[in-house]
Every structure is written in structure tokens, then in C-alpha cells.
T-cell receptor, first 112, second 112 residues
Framework: AQKVTQAQTEISVVEKEDVTLDCVYETRDTTYYLFWYKQPPSGELVFLIR??????QNEISGRYSWNFQKSTSSFNFTITASQVVDSAVYFCALRRNNDMRFGAGTRLTVKP | DTAVSQTPKYLVTQMGNDKSIKCEQNLGHDTMYWYKQDSKKFLKIMFSYNNKELIINETVPNRFSPKSPDKAHLNLHINSLELGDSAVYFC???????????FGQGTRLTVV
């Protein structure tokens, strides 16, 4: 069975602080895909990144970076120099074929 | 040019009623999903369809019946609505086997 764990329910930081959102996954498959989504207060789900199980390269996109480590089954997400607009619920997800499972989400609040 | 569109956006109804939520995607994707997001923001997969064929039915009560008339549409019909059905329902679509899912804007269902 597939499972995604986001142990941090809520995180609160002050603007310009760096913050890391943790994601740990479980799967017996060798081929799978990992994702991060953002859900701002407006409610829509916004895709941020996709990673396949064969690509452990870390990725950076502006202030966002992702650290994928198969050895620890983790796919962590770091926001550098956080901004108030980063306040949202962030979801990590694991997909194999037609089955896409989400973690419980981490609510990030960035205070000015 | 909405990629995944759901209607209605809001639905308020009384217990015991039957209601439907429609979903259409214009992305040419072959896989469509329904997710339920509860008040704690937990996103739970309900159904997954691939080319109009039901692939995942995640222990959802029989009162929920998805219908996929064609690859671009996946509607959700709910019979005998209960208070506990109140939630935000998201439709999504993706390509097999590895791409991200694109989500509709969600339908907030309130059962009173």
C-alpha cells in the first residue's frame, strides 16, 4: 500500500525565514512519482513539482527547492526567504499509475 | 480556457436529497479522479477512471456513483445525502503513468 506522511501539521514563521516542509513516503514499488502541491486560502490546488523514483537530483526553482532521498524515503520542500504569499497548505503526494495519494498537508503561515 | 472545470462551485442541499457534480477536462488526459477534502484539509481519493473504466474505488459508500460518459467527463452522483458528506469535492485529470494531476476548482457541498 502507498502512504504519505507529513508530520508537521502547522508551521508558523516570520517573513524572510527559511522553512522546510517534511514528506516521508512508503511504497513497495520501484517506479513511482512524487509531487508537491500548494493550496492557498482561495482553495485551488496548484502543482509545484514532480519527481520520478529514478531521479534523485535535487531541484531549485527560485526560492523553492526540493530534496529527494530514496535512502530515507523523503521528499522535503524548502522555501528560502519566505514571504506572506507563501502562506498556504502544502501537500506532498505519491503516485503509481492511476493511484495518487496525498499526505495530510502542512499549513504554513508566514507572518509579516 | 479552463483545463478542468467542475460545476457547480457551491452546492447546498438538504439531507436525503440526491445531487450531481459534473466534471470536464479539455486536456486530452486519459485518467480522471474524484477526491474528497474534509474540514481538516485531508485529501482522500474516492475514484480513479482510466479511459472511462473504473480503476480505483476507495471504500466509498454505495451512495456515491461516478459516471464517465467519455474520456473527458467524470460526473459524481450522490444519493441520499448525509451530513457527513459535507466537504469540498475535487475533480482532477492526468496522463498515465507519471504526470501531475490538474485539479478543478472544487465543489463545496454543504448538507443541512
Amino acid at each position: 500500500a502507498q502512504k504519505v506522511t507529513q508530520a508537521q501539521t502547522e508551521i508558523s514563521v516570520v517573513e524572510k525565514e527559511d522553512v522546510t516542509l517534511d514528506c516521508v513516503y512508503e511504497t513497495r514499488d520501484t517506479t513511482y512519482y512524487l509531487f508537491w502541491y500548494k493550496q492557498p486560502p482561495s482553495g485551488e490546488l496548484v502543482f509545484l513539482i514532480r519527481r520520478n523514483s529514478f531521479d534523485e537530483q535535487n531541484e531549485i526553482s527560485g526560492r523553492y527547492s526540493w530534496n529527494f532521498q530514496k535512502s530515507t524515503s523523503s521528499f522535503n520542500f524548502t522555501i528560502t526567504a519566505s514571504q506572506v504569499v507563501d502562506s498556504a497548505v502544502y501537500f506532498c503526494a505519491l503516485r503509481r499509475n492511476n493511484d495518487m495519494r496525498f499526505g495530510a498537508g502542512t499549513r504554513l503561515t508566514v507572518k509579516p | 480556457d479552463t483545463a478542468v472545470s467542475q460545476t457547480p462551485k457551491y452546492l447546498v442541499t438538504q439531507m436525503g436529497n440526491d445531487k450531481s457534480i459534473k466534471c470536464e477536462q479539455n486536456l486530452g488526459h486519459d485518467t480522471m479522479y474524484w477526491y474528497k477534502q474534509d474540514s481538516k484539509k485531508f485529501l482522500k481519493i474516492m475514484f480513479s477512471y482510466n479511459n472511462k473504466e473504473l480503476i480505483i474505488n476507495e471504500t466509498v459508500p454505495n451512495r456515491f456513483s461516478p459516471k464517465s460518459p467519455d474520456k473527458a467527463h467524470l460526473n459524481l452522483h450522490i444519493n441520499s445525502l448525509e451530513l457527513g458528506d459535507s466537504a469540498v469535492y475535487f475533480c482532477a485529470s492526468s496522463h498515465l503513468p507519471n504526470t501531475e494531476a490538474f485539479f478543478g476548482q472544487g465543489t463545496r457541498l454543504t448538507v443541512v
